[in-house]
C-alpha cells in the first residue's frame, strides 16, 4: 500500500512516502493559494497512486488542539473535498526537533537541513504512522 505522509505548515508542506514499511522523504511544497497546494497534493496522490494519506497533527505539548492544529485540521477538511483517498492524522509533536537530529546525524550542512526539514519530518511523522499499525 502506498501511503503519503504530509508535515503542514504554514509556507512549506513536507512529503513523505511509504510503500511497505519505510517511510522516506520525497518533497518540499512551498505553499501558495489553496486550491493550488490541493492540486499539487491530488497529482502526487496520483502519481504514487497512493492508497491513503496521514497528515500530522501538532498538538500543544499537553495533548490538547491549539491554534495551530486547528489549521492543520482545516486543511485536512478542504484536502478530503479534493480526493476521495482516506486521510488519518496522527500526533506530530517533536517530529521536527527529530527530523532536524537525523539530518545532523546524517552529515547535512544548515542549508542542506533547512531546505530538507519539513520533507524529513514528514518521513517522520510517516514512520510513526507505520510503526503504530504494526
Same mark, same amino acid.
Given at each position: &500500500?502506498?501511503?503519503? /505522509?504530509?508535515?503542514? $505548515?504554514?509556507?512549506?508542506? /513536507?512529503?513523505? &512516502?511509504?510503500? /511497505?514499511?519505510?517511510?522516506?522523504?520525497?518533497?518540499?511544497? +512551498? !505553499?501558495?493559494?489553496?486550491? +493550488?497546494?490541493?492540486?499539487?497534493?491530488?497529482?502526487?496522490?496520483?502519481?504514487?497512486?497512493?492508497?491513503?494519506?496521514?497528515?500530522?497533527?501538532?498538538? =500543544? &505539548?499537553? /495533548? =490538547?488542539? $491549539?491554534?495551530?492544529?486547528?489549521?492543520?485540521? *482545516?486543511?485536512?477538511? =478542504?484536502?478530503?473535498?479534493?480526493?476521495?483517498?482516506?486521510?488519518?492524522?496522527? *500526533?506530530?509533536? #517533536?517530529?521536527?526537533?527529530?527530523?532536524?537530529? #537525523?539530518? !545532523?546525524?546524517? $552529515?547535512?550542512?544548515?542549508?542542506?537541513?533547512?531546505?530538507?526539514?519539513?520533507? &524529513?519530518?514528514?518521513?517522520?511523522? #510517516?514512520?510513526?504512522?507505520?510503526? $503504530?499499525?504494526?
Amino acid at each position: &500500500m502506498a501511503i503519503i /505522509g504530509l508535515d503542514v $505548515g504554514d509556507k512549506h508542506i /513536507g512529503v513523505a &512516502m511509504a510503500i /511497505g514499511t519505510l517511510a522516506v522523504p520525497v518533497a518540499v511544497i +512551498e !505553499r501558495t493559494e489553496e486550491e +493550488e497546494d490541493m492540486e499539487r497534493i491530488a497529482a502526487l496522490t496520483r502519481d504514487y497512486e497512493t492508497e491513503l494519506i496521514v497528515i500530522g497533527l501538532p498538538r =500543544s &505539548m499537553d /495533548g =490538547s488542539i $491549539g491554534a495551530q492544529a486547528e489549521l492543520v485540521l *482545516d486543511f485536512a477538511k =478542504s484536502l478530503s473535498n479534493h480526493t476521495d483517498i482516506p486521510i488519518d492524522m496522527c *500526533d506530530e509533536r #517533536l517530529t521536527t526537533v527529530t527530523a532536524d537530529r #537525523l539530518l !545532523r546525524e546524517s $552529515g547535512a550542512k544548515r542549508k542542506q537541513r533547512k531546505a530538507n526539514i519539513d520533507a &524529513m519530518a514528514a518521513a517522520v511523522i #510517516l514512520q510513526a504512522y507505520i510503526d $503504530g499499525m504494526e
